[in-house]
């Protein structure tokens, strides 16, 4: 699968930004997909998460009820539409992919199979 993340930009505190995730290759609905998060000097942080067929969605606390995750799998996109964007929210959004499971999406980006270049995002106080 190869994964190609975009929307990223500079948008003040308050604001809105949709990320979208292009995936291509191997058959989409094969795969749980997650939204991860990395700033200078921190960890890669879990955002969000999805089963493949869209069915459950995960989020970090620390985002939760302000981020929303979906997917299209005939469209073979994965979305993350944040509203009330912090100044903490700034990093590089990542989305990924790893093989479906019956546990659902996994918080660990080493668990991840694949993995799109990263999109950044400033939020300005």
């Known amino acids: 699968v190869q994964l190609q993340a975009s929307g990223g930009g500079l948008v003040q505190a308050g604001g809105s930004l949709r990320l979208s995730c292009a995936a291509s290759?191997?058959?989409?609905?094969?795969?749980?997909m997650g939204w991860f998060r990395q700033a200078p000097t921190n960890e890669r942080e879990f955002v969000a998460g999805?089963?493949?067929?869209?069915?459950?969605?995960y989020y970090g606390d620390s985002v939760k009820g302000r981020f929303t995750i979906s997917r299209d799998n005939p469209k073979k996109m994965v979305y993350l539409q944040m509203n009330s964007l912090k100044p903490e929210d700034t990093a590089l959004y990542y989305c990924a992919a790893v093989f479906r499971s019956t546990r659902g999406p996994s918080r660990r980006p080493d668990e991840y199979d694949y993995w799109g270049q990263g999109t950044q995002v400033t939020v300005s106080s």
């Open positions: 999805i089963t493949w067929s869209g069915g459950s969605t």
């Open positions: 290759g191997r058959t989409f609905s094969w795969y749980d």
